[in-house]
């Protein structure tokens, strides 16, 4: 039997270029070799969100890009979360073997906690023992996740064994399946892309619009005249324009340290680039754009597919815990 792949994102709406080449790409990947289940994490959205009113339009937008990137809900199983509510009692039940100290040392804890002081919720605490119930609902074994989520996953990883060790063997531990890809850089040029930083390039954009916003990246400041020559190595433009087309990344590179393109040019180059490479996802997610019923079928039917390996393991962890 193929080994089980399991991973989940928020529902951010239309995903952005780091979204894209940092974890989509590779979701879409590894389902060539592996049994997919990829999660749209509508609880987990609501331990920071405050407005829940684009929540809907959000996994709607999330699913097109998907769907358009070439997740293929024939092989993989796509679902939102809240859909399968089984996740919620395996939460609860993996919180009475969860002890608070593992909680409250986990650096994103910490974070969140720092960032919204007025909304230290409980959820948010729970957190990772929400993500736990996620993988182990499904009893998944190779968890495709950024850098970030490493913590996360460890603490998934001991309380499995807490588990396993408490009512004898019953899940896998889990392993991070961490991405080749680098983080990317938003516009800003300093930070990691990202929606809430406004320093995104969404790959749904019309060609022209994504003209437009590649316009508005930071390049290597020293620069100030088309005659000065550029410092490639701090050039945001320089390292997107290499997940496009390295070969002219190199060619470029060499003739902006000579002062022999100017960042705008460089800039509608790699537009171009960008825009050559999202071609035929542009022409998928259009034609899926027609049919919001296909969107929520899939769903659906993603959801109905997830319930019954979660039905079955929940049955199992409650003869095991004596509640059944
Ligand atoms: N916490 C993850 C993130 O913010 C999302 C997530 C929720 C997840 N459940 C998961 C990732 C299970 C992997 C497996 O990116």
Redesign the pocket.
């Given at each position: 039997m193929r080994k089980r792949v399991?991973?989940?994102?928020?529902p951010t709406g239309r995903q952005h270029l780091g979204n894209y080449l940092g974890a989509l790409q590779n979701y879409v990947k590894l389902q060539d070799e592996y049994d997919c289940i990829y999660?749209i994490?509508d609880i987990?959205a609501l331990t920071t969100v405050e407005d829940v009113s684009n929540i809907q339009n959000n996994i709607y937008e999330m699913t097109l890009d998907w769907l358009a990137a070439g997740i293929d809900p024939k092989r993989s199983i796509t679902f939102v979360?809240s859909h399968v509510p089984e996740v919620m009692e395996l939460h609860t039940l993996l919180s009475m073997v969860t002890p608070l100290s593992w909680l409250l040392r986990v650096p994103t804890f910490k974070e969140k906690a720092k960032l919204q002081p007025h909304n230290v919720n409980y959820g948010l605490v729970g957190?990772p023992v929400?993500?736990t119930a996620?993988?182990v609902l499904y009893k998944?074994e190779a968890?495709?996740?950024?850098e970030?989520?490493l913590p996360?996953?460890e603490l998934a990883r001991e309380i499995v064994r807490r588990f396993n060790s408490l009512f004898g063997p019953t899940f896998p531990e889990p392993e991070a399946k961490l991405t080749s890809f680098p983080m990317v850089l938003g516009l800003d040029g300093k930070q990691k892309m990202s929606k809430s930083l406004d320093n995104h390039i969404e790959i749904a954009l019309s060609p022209e619009e994504t003209v437009k916003r590649v316009r508005t990246a930071v390049t290597d400041p020293a620069r100030q005249y088309r005659t000065d020559p550029g410092n490639p190595g701090i050039c945001n433009i320089h390292f997107l324009h290499g997940y496009f087309n390295q070969t002219e990344q190199q060619r470029y590179a060499m003739m902006c340290r000579k002062a022999e393109v100017g960042c705008v040019e460089h800039k509608n180059v790699l537009a171009d680039e960008i825009n050559k490479a999202l071609a035929p996802f542009h022409e998928r997610r259009a034609a899926l754009a027609t049919n919001p019923q296909y969107v929520k079928d899939v769903l659906a039917d993603g959801a109905q597919r997830a319930q019954v390996v979660a039905r079955e393991t929940l049955v199992e962890v409650k003869k095991k815990m004596g509640l059944l």
């Open positions: 399991f991973s989940g994102a928020r999660c994490v987990h979360q957190y929400l993500m996620d993988i998944a968890i495709p996740v950024g970030d989520q996360h996953l």
